[in-house]
């Protein structure tokens, strides 16, 4: 697999578009850190990290998706990759990206770690677009 954050959001995609209520994805640093974004910003229900055993090294994520009781629609509307392993894309701090005029999130790759354009903005630190979240 050659860019696994894509994987990662096709995967949660993919759950959203068959009415899924949960996904499991192989872990890694990244993933979990993207994971647990999605839970602050209230995007998922919950996750669970699972530790590692003999079937898969790396461990895996567990990730319950949250869906409007009414309309049974999913609490993520678009899930889009910004950098590619083929083109990155590079933001300074004055110019990161919005996602519908603030109410979506672009998930900022920072010297600081991962985290939102808002938190990336407060911090004053620019960064490689991971993906963007409405």
């Excluded at 899924?20 to 990244?30: L, M, P, Q, T």
């Excluded at 920072?110 to 979240?133: F, H, P, Q, W």
């Amino acid at each position: 697999m050659t860019d696994p954050i894509a994987d990662y959001l096709t995967r949660l995609r993919n759950a959203i578009h068959a009415n899924h209520r949960v996904v499991e994805i192989s872990s890694s640093k990244i993933k979990q850190s993207l994971t647990k974004i999605l839970f602050e910003k209230g995007y998922i229900l919950s996750y669970k990290f699972e530790n590692p055993g003999k079937d898969n090294p790396q461990g895996t994520i567990k990730i319950a998706l949250k869906y409007h009781p009414v309309t049974k629609l999913s609490a993520i509307r678009e899930l889009k990759r910004a950098s590619k392993p083929g083109l990155r894309q590079y933001a300074h701090v004055e110019n990161l990206p919005r996602v519908i005029n603030g109410l979506g999130i672009a998930v900022i790759s920072t010297s600081k770690g991962l985290m939102t354009d808002k938190e990336a903005r407060t911090e004053n630190v620019g960064g490689e677009v991971i993906c963007y979240i409405s």
